[in-house]
């Protein structure tokens, strides 16, 4: 079982819409070990309210054949899937985005949303802090030799001007 206190993932997508979800399942399917942090309860964003796929037709890649194929046979769809939009029930497309990511391996943390992330000048990988319902969480990874670092007195958040 995996506690809050023991997650390390190469990878931290921060969303649960259809951009975030196929990019966690991308970055997981190259051996990445994944995290997909989503706000609210269900994954599909505008979606999984039951919204039309609009201008997939054009740009269809294999994952998503694939996530209109689960969905399809979910019976989610009610229309053909060539054209401009694609009427979807909601509620299937947030259990064909939820299989998606069980088949590909990448853990979801629902009722979770990216609060910060701080690079420790000491390592290579980021310290990132999320925030599970009202409680916020940190985490960070192990430097290479071996040992934890906290780095959130050293560092300013990325993507942050620093004030002097």
Aim: hydrophobic share 40%; net charge negative; proline share 6%.
């Amino acid at each position: 079982m995996k506690t809050l206190k023991n997650l390390r993932y190469d990878v931290v997508c921060a969303g649960g819409g259809a951009s975030g979800v196929f990019a966690a399942v991308a970055a997981a399917r190259t051996g990445a070990r994944v995290l997909l942090l989503e706000r609210t309860g269900f994954l599909g964003g505008a979606a999984a309210l039951g919204m039309p796929l609009r201008g997939v037709a054009p740009q269809h890649t294999p994952l998503l054949d694939e996530f209109l194929c689960i969905l399809t046979d979910l019976g989610g769809t009610a229309g053909p899937l060539d054209g401009p939009e694609i009427p979807v029930n909601g509620e299937t497309v947030k259990l064909a985005f939820h299989r998606l990511c069980r088949e590909s391996g990448v853990d979801v943390l629902l009722y979770s949303e990216a609060y910060e992330v701080r690079l420790c000048p000491a390592r290579q990988c980021p310290l990132w802090r999320f925030r599970l319902g009202t409680e916020c969480r940190e985490e960070s990874t192990e430097n290479a030799e071996g040992s934890q670092e906290n780095c959130l007195d050293e560092s300013p958040p990325v993507g942050k001007e620093v004030l002097k």
